[in-house]
């Protein structure tokens, strides 16, 4: 099975970024520590982060038929983007979206989520544990469906 783990924009400055909202791990720690846990021979994981919009659509439509479950953290795109929901229906893929942050216990602009309603989860407040939460659910899911 493939799975992709999608991050929106400032995700690349993780481990910089208000630790104290969002850790003291990198990106690169977190995906690090995502693959040696969870590759096996039937598991692969991509990733990719991209602060643009475009290329992160552009990635969702590559994975057609290509990629079987997605892990996106959309970044502050979760609040505004009609355009990556759009494409996350438009290729079918099941998704779960993860904020490092419990985003209802921040501002009022980031309570609400353009993904949520169409996710099969969403998981916030866990770190980056959410990540692992999400790709071990993914797997589950995966091996059970086929
Ligand atoms: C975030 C929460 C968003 O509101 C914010 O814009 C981010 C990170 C999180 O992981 O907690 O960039 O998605």
Do not use: W
């Amino acid at each position: 099975f493939n799975i992709l783990i999608l991050n929106g924009p400032n995700l690349n400055m993780l481990g910089i970024r208000e630790p104290e909202k969002y850790g003291a791990l990198t990106l690169g720690n977190i995906i690090e520590q995502l693959k040696t846990k969870y590759s096996t021979q039937d598991i692969t994981l991509a990733d990719f982060q991209s602060n643009a919009e475009h290329e992160l659509i552009e990635k969702i439509h590559k994975g057609y038929k290509k990629i079987d479950f997605i892990i996106i953290n959309p970044g502050a795109f979760t609040h505004t983007s009609v355009a990556i929901r759009d494409a996350l229906l438009s290729v079918n893929i099941p998704f779960i979206e993860v904020h490092l942050s419990n985003v209802h216990a921040r501002e009022p602009f980031r309570h609400h989520s353009y993904l949520s309603d169409v996710a099969k989860a969403v998981i916030c407040g866990m770190g980056h544990k959410g990540y692992d939460y999400a790709v071990d659910f993914a797997i589950d899911s995966l091996r059970k469906m086929s």
